[in-house]
T-cell receptor
Framework: AQSVAQPEDQVNVAEGNPLTVKCTYS??????LFWYVQYPNRGLQFLLK??????LVKGSYGFEAEFNKSQTSFHLKKPSALVSDSALYFC????????????FGSGTRLQVQP | NAGVTQTPKFQVLKTGQSMTLQCAQD?????MYWYRQDPGMGLRLIYY???????DKGEVPNGYNVSRLNKREFSLRLESAAPSQTSVYFC??????????????FGEGSWLTVV
């Protein structure tokens, strides 16, 4: 079984400040972890993923995420937030056994204030 | 452009009516998916297809049927729509045959309201 949790419904940050969107996972085996972003009335866009190797993954638009096996976390980060980063962010996970489709967290709304 | 086209984009149905959501990909990938998105619940998998001619149930398959007649198209059918099926539906394509490590790419969504 696999599950992904996003403990915060909303994150507020001032423009120019660093941002973190949290994600924790539970899988029986090695996880594959993803971040997606959704703008209003649009589909989900892929940001980055962790498969194996370096725990720090860099993705699109200056985002990065850190895989932490001991804390079962995969938090999304950006050093300096932009107002245009305001959107809905989804963490998702899968594995290479059993059902291989992505399991999604409930989403975190990021609001960046000017 | 994720290479996934969904139609229609908006639809209003009466309870008990049937309809089919169409999805087509232009990347010749093996795996395709249907998810539904509801507020506060993230995306939940309805059905997926690892390759042409094969389909498997996801987390919430009740009330839906799917068809993968060729590699390009994956349709979702509601035989007798219910208000609980009011949602935003997303079709997606994935590289490979659905292995967990492969990224999936989403269409723009279909907004369905059942009254």
């Amino acid at each position: 079984a696999q599950s992904v949790a996003q403990p915060e419904d909303q994150v507020n940050v001032a423009e120019g400040n660093p941002l973190t969107v949290k994600c924790t996972y539970s899988v029986s085996g090695n996880p594959y972890l993803f971040w997606y972003v959704q703008y209003p009335n649009r589909g989900l866009q892929f940001l980055l993923k962790y498969i194996t190797g370096d725990n720090l993954v860099k993705g699109s638009y200056g985002f990065e995420a850190e895989f932490n096996k001991s804390q079962t976390s995969f938090h999304l980060k950006k050093p300096s937030a932009l107002v245009s980063d305001s959107a809905l962010y989804f963490c998702a996970g899968s594995m290479d056994t059993g059902r291989r489709a992505l399991t999604f967290g409930s989403g975190t709304r990021l609001q960046v204030q000017p | 452009n994720a290479g996934v086209t969904q139609t229609p984009k908006f639809q209003v149905l009466k309870t008990g009516q049937s309809m089919t959501l169409q999805c087509a990909q232009d990347m010749n990938h093996n795996s395709m998916y249907w998810y539904r998105q509801d507020p506060g619940m993230g995306l939940r998998l309805i059905y997926y297809s690892a390759s042409e001619g094969t389909t498997d149930k996801g987390e919430v398959p009740n009330g839906y049927n799917v068809s993968r007649l060729n590699k390009r198209e994956f349709s979702l059918r509601l035989e007798s729509a219910a208000p609980s099926q009011t949602s935003v539906y997303f079709c997606a394509r994935g590289t490979g045959t659905g292995e967990g490590r492969n990224t999936i790419y989403f269409g723009e969504g279909s907004w369905l309201t059942v009254v």
